[in-house]
């Protein structure tokens, strides 16, 4: 019984981390796209005096947002659906708050080392190069 439940959490854990994976690259394919419809009011912020730090700043807590939202209904759909099974069918679930926390906060780090790239390439525009952008 052990060596079954061992097996399974492998699994699962196997398949979290293809889902993640799959996440944060939909995560950072959103993100540079809003660095590209973004890139006139990048090089505005940036000729009236934004360092790269602003920018990378604004772009980082965009994505960490993104991912913290996500965070946070899938924690609520997860609690949900354990306390709608113990309910409707009896079955003994339960939902450790650790594990919410240890999942809340992996969405955002998730959230943190997929937005890092199309935030660096954000604050490394040129002003004249993001203004002449259309």
């Known amino acids: 019984m052990n060596q079954t439940t061992t097996i399974f959490g492998v699994l699962l854990a196997?398949?979290?981390?293809?889902?993640?994976?799959?996440?944060?690259?939909?995560i950072m394919n959103i993100m540079l796209v809003s660095v590209t419809e973004r890139t006139r009011e990048i090089g505005i912020r940036k000729a009236l005096g934004a360092t790269r730090w602003h920018i990378l700043l604004q772009f980082l807590?965009?994505?960490?947002?993104?991912?913290a939202l996500g965070g946070i209904i899938?924690?609520?759909?997860?609690?949900?659906?354990?306390t709608t099974l113990r309910t409707v069918l009896q079955w003994n679930?339960?939902?450790?708050?650790a594990s919410v926390v240890v999942a809340f906060l992996f969405a955002a780090l998730v959230g943190i080392v997929f937005?890092?790239?199309p935030a660096r390439q954000a604050s490394r525009l040129d002003p004249i190069v993001a203004l002449r952008y259309e």
Do not use: D, F, K, R
């Open 61 to 67: 807590i965009e994505a960490v947002t993104l991912c």
């Open 74 to 82: 899938g924690v609520v759909i997860g609690v949900g659906s354990a």
């Open 14 to 26: 196997a398949i979290a981390s293809v889902s993640l994976l799959v996440g944060g690259v939909g």
């Open 115 to 117: 937005g890092v790239w």
């Open 93 to 97: 679930t339960q939902v450790a708050p």
